[in-house]
């Protein structure tokens, strides 16, 4: 079995959720098939036209598998000499789309990951240039139409493409995003805190709307108790709420830059609460870690990892903002209420740790 994963690559440090999957995927792949990894000259203020087209360059390995950055001809020529059974478009990028042109050639099995929807995503960013909105229209109407395989990551996020394509039930497979054991065993190291102020987790882009940072903010400001917010973040917050953060007596803001793997978890271990106030989530791999950590979350029920939430149980969802204050009135109450919450958080590592992720993986593979 020869497998051809196509996509962004990140070899350590800071991940976004597709990078950190496509990451786990590979690793856990080249030691089972023949694979190697392609990723593309991307930055147009870096490489020039003919490396964009004709570059190929070693960008690294793990075990048997290889990853290269390439042009846009070199990466088809590459294929198919590859000659791949499957080619696994495992983050949206948009070179990818050449890859289908190996079906002209021989056949091959084609898997596309749907992290997000980009169409939708532009239409929530006031600043996606027209260019990039047609681009981004043509790519991924030709990635869900010729895709053998489509993976989705929740039912939520089935639901939001359908509003935007139309393809078959049969190509639909939903395998949510897998945690990282570092996260569980910060979830056993963790100490049971007995401190009156909720320490707070957001992690997200301060800035996208869609995140909901500047909704949290505001609803945490309105009940009577006082939280530390700890925002992992590379941006600044937006100038709309910089004053109001400046000038809040209730909360105690700290902007965390992300982290690696082992620093971030480390770093949960003495949180109490971990918020996605998002309208707009695939999935939310931040959340399912925190709760390996021992967190317990609190999610929009727009996060599509919602589904693995017994409400009052294992976690919390929510609506509207009346119903977040109340939950975290009733967490600041009742610190008995999160121990317990936090231990039965904890076990969603036994349902999607990467071992058992992967297994998802391997019979899309067959």
Known sequence: MKILFAGSYNEGGSFTGPEKVANRIFKSASGKYETAFATYFSDGRKYGVLKKLFGKEKSGSDETGKVYRFGLLSILMFALR?????????????????????QLFRKVKFIYNVHGIAVYENNIN?????????????????????????????????????????????????????????????????????????????????????????????????????????????SEPDKNISGEIEKSDKINFHLISKM???????????KDIYVSASFYEQFSIAAVECMAAGLVPVVSSETGMSSYINNGINGFVYKNENELISILEKLNSNRKLVSEISGRAKLIYNELNMNIIFEKYKDLYK
């Open 260 to 270: 690696d793997t082992e620093k971030f978890a480390e770093f949960l271990m003495d």
């Open 82 to 102: 590859f000659k791949p059974d499957i080619i696994h478009i495992i983050t949206y990028e948009r070179f990818a789309l050449i890859l289908f042109l190996c």
């Open 126 to 234: 006031e600043n996606a240039d027209t260019s990039l909105r047609k681009r981004d229209s043509i790519c991924e109407k030709i990635f869900f139409r010729y895709s053998d395989i489509l993976v989705f990551l929740s039912e939520l996020s089935v639901k939001t493409a359908r509003k935007f394509y139309e393809f078959s039930d049969t190509k639909v497979v939903i395998i949510p995003n897998g945690i990282d054991k570092e996260f569980h065993e910060a979830g056993k190291s963790r100490n049971v805190r007995n401190e009156n102020i909720l320490k707070v987790v957001f992690i997200g882009e301060l800035k996208k709307r869609e995140k909901g940072f500047n909704y949290l903010f505001s609803a945490l400001g309105k009940p009577d108790l006082s939280t530390e917010l700890y925002a992992v973040s590379n």
